[in-house]
């Protein structure tokens, strides 16, 4: 195995986070400029450090820090699984804790949330991202023989 380039990768991609989070606080904390997020989404994320988001906030209800605990089991494994080699291969090694991420995300509304258009749309993602993970997952089976 070529350990040194991935360890090499994994520093990269961990040094250049501080610069993307500062450039995201910079401009009004929520996103860049170019987010394409509707004002609703981001009504209360002016003025918050949203790199802080990686770690789960102490504040706010027990729904809210469910719901950013998810980022961070997703965080490090999309970075380290995007570090493979081929890139073929980091696209999905990225993908499958992204997926996952949004399997846990939607399980917090599940626990949480009371719209029924939320709770129905979350369940649907659920569904739709486990099988995409099982698909991914015997793709990276495939390749691997």
């Not at 040194?4 to 989070?21: G, S």
């Not at 394409?36 to 009504?43: G, N, Q, R, S, T």
């Not at 820090?65 to 990225?94: E, K, N, S, W, Y």
Request: with cysteine; charged share 20%.
């Amino acid at each position: 195995m070529h350990l040194l380039p991935k360890v090499i990768a994994a520093a990269l991609v961990l040094a250049a986070a501080p610069a993307i989070a500062q450039d995201h606080s910079m401009h009004g904390g929520a996103a860049a400029p170019e987010s394409k997020l509707p004002a609703i989404c981001l009504e209360n994320a002016k003025g918050h450090d949203m790199s802080a988001m990686a770690a789960a906030p102490a504040e706010g209800d027990e729904a809210h820090r469910a719901l950013a605990a998810t980022m961070d089991a997703m965080h490090g494994d999309m970075a380290a699984g995007m570090t493979a080699t081929d890139i073929d291969v980091a696209f999905v090694c990225g993908m499958i804790p992204h997926h996952q991420g949004a399997i846990d995300m939607a399980k917090v509304e599940l626990q949480y949330g009371k719209d029924e258009w939320a709770r129905g749309m979350a369940q649907k993602v659920i569904d739709a991202q486990e099988q995409e993970i099982a698909d991914m997952l015997k793709w990276l089976e495939d390749k691997s023989k």
